[in-house]
């Protein structure tokens, strides 16, 4: 028995030696993986173009509209399949009942859900970031990083980057890029001429997914 006992000093030494190196290993794999992201290790500034070289418009306010009004398959109005808005892009509006996925950041013309669709997303405090097709290979890569980068925790989490669909209307010429928010008590758009890490990081801190008419909805 004496024997017996002295056995599990050593190992109880062990099992405690392993689990503080578990401990370890989970403590250090966020860290780990910010290095080996070199999108995690840049600025959003750095991204893109600076904002004094965006062509960004001056900043729109928009009165709002259509909070929580839901048209669409599942609603009482199951025959309205498209709404044509009366802003491009929209900043608030009747939407359909389901919003994107909250997993995706980035979308091409390939498999971008509807217009209706992402003004769910709005209404719970996303920044969308539309962009009009086709831009330069350059220019789509800064928007793929933007939406790694401001779609993390860091800002939220509720940030898209969305090709748009010309069916709803035009952006203004020269003006590909296009930022909307719908805020608590007023809506908010920007159009830029290019993608500017430093503009877009300014407009999501400007209007955070807290100032939402359902901030807590997913």
């Not at 048209?71 to 939407?95: C, F, K, M, N, W």
């Not at 969305?162 to 809506?187: E, Q």
Request: proline fraction near 11%; charged fraction near 20%; glycine fraction near 10%.
């Amino acid at each position: 028995m004496a024997e017996a006992r002295a056995g599990y000093g050593p190992r109880i030494a062990a099992v405690a030696v392993a689990f503080g190196v578990v401990l370890l290993v989970v403590a250090i794999i966020p860290f780990l993986r910010a290095y080996a992201d070199p999108v995690a290790r840049r600025p959003a500034a750095a991204i893109g173009v600076a904002a004094d070289r965006a062509g960004c418009d001056p900043e729109l306010t928009d009165p709002i509209r259509g909070a929580g009004v839901h048209v669409g398959p599942g609603t009482a109005e199951p025959h309205v399949t498209r709404i044509q808005y009366d802003l491009v892009p929209p900043s608030s509006g009747p939407h359909f009942v389901v919003p994107a996925p909250t997993v995706r950041r980035f979308y091409t013309a390939r498999d971008r859900p509807p217009v209706e669709t992402l003004v769910h997303n709005l209404e719970h405090g996303y920044t969308i970031l539309w962009y009009v097709e086709p831009l330069a290979l350059d220019q789509i890569e800064a928007l793929r990083a933007l939406a790694r980068k401001l779609g993390g925790d860091r800002y939220g989490g509720r940030f898209v980057v969305a090709p748009w669909d010309p069916g709803y209307g035009a952006f203004p010429a020269g003006r590909p890029i296009a930022l909307s928010h719908w805020g608590a008590h007023a809506g908010y758009r920007q159009f830029c001429a290019s993608v500017s890490g430093a503009a877009v990081e300014r407009f999501v801190l400007a209007h955070p997914a807290g100032d939402a008419p359902e901030p807590t909805g997913m």
